[in-house]
C-alpha cells in the first residue's frame, strides 16, 4: 500500500478538539502524522484538500441490515457501500435478523462478511435474548468471545423487568452492556403514529408518548440495583430525556443515542399517510423534537446513530397503519447531522464528536479519532457543498427515506478505510 497525503485540508479532531489546516500522512494504514510542517514522502499519494474538511471516520452506533434472511432489503454489501457514501467506517448491526445472532457461528458470519467488504467494520450486536423472543437470556459469553459488541434485542423491547434485570448483571458480568428499544410494549401494541391530534384527525393508532418515558423510567431503576449498564436506542421524547440526564447526574451506568429524524423531522412529516415517515419510535410532537435538540446541546445524548432500517417497495406501499416501520438512514447521517450545525443549534466539533469519538468510546473502539497511530479511517467533507436526498437515488439497495426531498449541505466527496480509498 503506498504512503498518503491529504494535503492543505481542515484538519478536525473532536476527541482532542484539534480544529487546524495542514497536512495528513497515512502510512500502512494508519496516521503517521498531521498537521503543518511534515515531510511529504517521495512516492506517495497525494490527495488535495485545499477548502474541504478531513475528519475521522463515522462509528454508526445501530443499524438493521437484512442479511442473514431479508436480502432482498440489504445485503452486507449493499450496506457497506451506503456507509462508505455516507463516511461510516465503523458500524453496529442489530441482531434481530433471521435467524437472530443468538449463535456464536452467526456473529462470527457477520464479523467475517463485513471484513470481506473492505470497506467497513462490522460489529454485530449479540441478542439479548434466545431468539430476540425476551423470554430466556442467550449465552452472553460464547457470544462476546466470538465478537459481539454488546447485547440487544434489537427492535423489540425487552419487556419483562425480571429477564432485563438479568440481563444487565450478565452482560456487566461480561464487562459489556444491554442495548434497549425503550418502547413499553404493550402499550405501544398495534400503534401507527404518536398518539395525539394528528393521529386522531389521520385515523391512525396511536402510541402514548408515555411509553418511551415509562421503559426508561423501570430500566433506571434495574440499573440501580444492578449496577449493570444500559443504554436507549433512539430516544425521542423530553420525558425520557429528562430521566435519564438526572440517571446520569446520579452517576448510574445510562446512556442513550437518538437519530437524525428525531432532531430533524416531528410528527407533520407523515402528512398524508407518508409511510415512508412511519418509524420506530414515530415522529414525535414539535415540542420533543426541540428536546432532543437541546439534550444534544447539552451532552444528555451520547451519539447520533443512523438507526438505519431497510424496507422494501412492498413494505411501504401499504396504508399507512399496515405499512412496515423504518427508515434508510447510512447516507443521510452525516448531511442531517450537519444541519444542526449550519442552522447554529451545534457547533462542528460536538457534532462531530456524536458521530465519531463519542460512540467510539462507548464501545471501547480505537476508533472515530484523528490521532498518530490511529486507523487511517478518513472522510473527506465539503462542508458547504449542497446536495438533495432523493428517493431511488441512494446507494445502497434501501430507499425508503423519510428524508426523501430534503435539501441539505455537506457533501463527502472521499472515504478511506485503512487508508484505502472506499469511496470518492
Known sequence: ??????????????????????????????????????????????????????????????????????????????????????????????????????????????????????????????????????????????????????????????????????????????????????????????????????????????????????????????????GGHVHFAHVSTGAALALIRAAKAEGLAVTCDTAPPYFDLNETAIGDWRTYAKLSPPLRPEADRQAVVAALADGTIDAIASDHQPRDADDKRLPFAQAEAGGAGLATLLGVTLAQVHGGQLGLLAALDLLTARPARLLGLPAGRLAKGAPADLVLLDLERGWQVKDGQLPGKAQNTPFDGRALEGRVLGTWKAGRRVFG
Open 1 to 226: 500500500m503506498r504512503d498518503l497525503v491529504i494535503a492543505g485540508a481542515r484538519l478536525l479532531d473532536p476527541a482532542s478538539g484539534l480544529d487546524t489546516v495542514g497536512d495528513l500522512l497515512v502510512c500502512e494504514g494508519r496516521i503517521e502524522d498531521l498537521g503543518s510542517g511534515q515531510g511529504r514522502p517521495e512516492g506517495a499519494a497525494l490527495v488535495e484538500g485545499a477548502g474541504l474538511c478531513l475528519l475521522p471516520g463515522l462509528v454508526d452506533l445501530r443499524a438493521d441490515i437484512g442479511e442473514p434472511g431479508h436480502e432482498h432489503r440489504e445485503t452486507i454489501a449493499s450496506a457497506a457501500a451506503a456507509a462508505a457514501a455516507g463516511g461510516i467506517t465503523t458500524l453496529c448491526a442489530l441482531p434481530d435478523t433471521d435467524p437472530p445472532l443468538d449463535d456464536p457461528a452467526l456473529v462470527q458470519f457477520v464479523l467475517r462478511r463485513g471484513e470481506a467488504t473492505g470497506s467497513l467494520t462490522l460489529l454485530p450486536y449479540g441478542a439479548a435474548t434466545k431468539r430476540c423472543e425476551g423470554r430466556e437470556l442467550a449465552e452472553y459469553g460464547l457470544l462476546k468471545e466470538a465478537g459481539a459488541i454488546a447485547f440487544t434485542d434489537g427492535r423489540r423491547a425487552i419487556a419483562g423487568a425480571r429477564t432485563m434485570r438479568l440481563a444487565l448483571s450478565y452482560a456487566r458480568a461480561f464487562g459489556s452492556f444491554v442495548v434497549q428499544h425503550p418502547e413499553e410494549p404493550s402499550l405501544a401494541a398495534g400503534g401507527a403514529a404518536t398518539e395525539g391530534e394528528l393521529a386522531t384527525r389521520l385515523g391512525l393508532p396511536g402510541i402514548p408518548l408515555a411509553a418511551e418515558a415509562m421503559m426508561v423510567a423501570r430500566d433506571i431503576a434495574l440499573a440501580r440495583i444492578t
